[in-house]
């Protein structure tokens, strides 16, 4: 068993009060009470996990149960033939509860277009201040070619300068951080009428749209190879896959629509990121990609959208540069959408947690550099580490009926992001119309078995360091600069970072067990959807702002497929 109790002094000021109780240690649980949203719950804390994060963001969750079932005093009566399924909640009224819809009978017969509205001819502007500027890729004509890299690099490893120190030290609170209202009203003048004090980028400087520190200039470089992968990925795909191809993944003309558009979507990403980063933008490479079908297309897509998410949301708010931010929110805001279609076409539930995930930039790099095959000559390079691979042996195989049946590595190939194979039709769950147990393409997916559970023994192996990998195989992997053997595995879901031990098994393998932790208490599992797992040293108390200080302790890099 294994449980740990931090108490930080930077959550003492006006917070002390909302702390939850510390958990109690008991025995690891295997026993399963409940299935919500593809993930099995556990009937308590698990024993050995400790849940970092969770409770160190303001929510008491005895304020945040008892406020869910409140009833409203003077809410209408409830209508007549209404009946609720939501437990707990009281005097649930709507004015439409009795409304019985009309029986159908007729359709519309007559398409296109029978009526006209008041308009007028609307041009686009070709010059001036609206004019809008050039695309940096308007249509899909760079490197079609794809497989892995056969030649030698000229350069290896990280673009790198003079280090200062091997970790970065854990400081005490900012001596500047002790806004804290105690009244709800406004503490401070304001500089105008109906705008509070405080914020950044609000006293009437005229925006800056570009990097303005080496920081900056690398986490944007790394989301442009991010965006630049998906531009080509969703053209290859289809390019690559016949209408026939789609319908065998249960996906239609429209669905393929949608991720046509998709790839017009990338153009304005890395167009905007371009812009972003000056003449030094790196162009788009050539790939080696993991899949031979639609299916397996699909499912390799919501495993990179995740990490290509996840990895802009760990740094975005580490920038120098505000304006930079603020567009690359509004980009990564649509990488969200595309991330939770590539779910749903891949019959998983489609937002199966309550927060998303941020990984530092290191991480993303991690599992993006194997898809990489090689770069124009003098592509700008990354200084971020490319850790050692960490594989989940018996990594849940979404394709199947029974998940608790996949084998030992049921993927197409060994990098850490590649997708499940597909099994033979009788335990396939793709075209399967039974309600709980199909995975066919839908808006929403329950499973009656889910991927994973709390409690499930995961078997993982880790490759040495010192491996080529990345563009020309011209970046070489490396733990964590202090890192010594492995100890624990971190999973990073959500707001949290838990730590389970691990067991050793052999010079390079090893188990650990899916830990039961939950979002505040009475919320949902911490660990689910497509999440990160890395195998540490030490269990160092880490939130999602500082969540790269773990880097200097990892020893390998993995996903993990919970639900």
Known sequence: MYTKTVISSALLSGLAAAAPAAPSSGGLTHEIIQILDGQAQGSGPSGYASSHGGSSYGASATSAASAGSVAVASAPSVAADQSGTVSGYNDASAPFASYTPTPLTVVPSSFGLNSAIPAIKTPIPTAGLYAPDTQRSSLPTGPTSHGPYAGVPTTTGAVSTVHLAATVPALPLAPAETYYNTNGKLQHDQPIPYTPAGGLGTNGSLPRYMVESDFDYESITLGLYQEWIE???????????????????????????????????????????????????????TYDYPFTNAREFVDFNQVLTRWGESGVWGFINHLDSREVGQLLAQSIATEARQQMIFRQMAGLHPMPVWFETGIPQSWAWTFLAPYISSCPENTTRLAWQNFPALHVANQANINRVSPNDTGLWERTDNRTSSPATIPAEDQSCINLNKTGYGCGPAIGNNRSEPLSFAGKQVLLEWDAPGQAVGPNNSYVTAKGGVAGAPAFVAWVAQLNMTYTPLVITGPNSGYTYQPNDTVYADGAPIVNGTSFIALTDTDLFLTPFNLSMINPHVVALGMYQAG
């Open 231 to 285: 531009l080509d990925l969703f053209n290859n795909g289809i390019a690559t896959f016949s209408d026939e191809d789609w319908a065998a993944a249960g996906l239609t003309p429209q669905d393929v629509s949608l991720i046509s558009f998709m790839a017009q979507q990338e153009q304005g990403h890395a167009t905007l990121l371009s812009n972003m980063l000056g003449e030094t933008a790196p162009p788009q490479c």
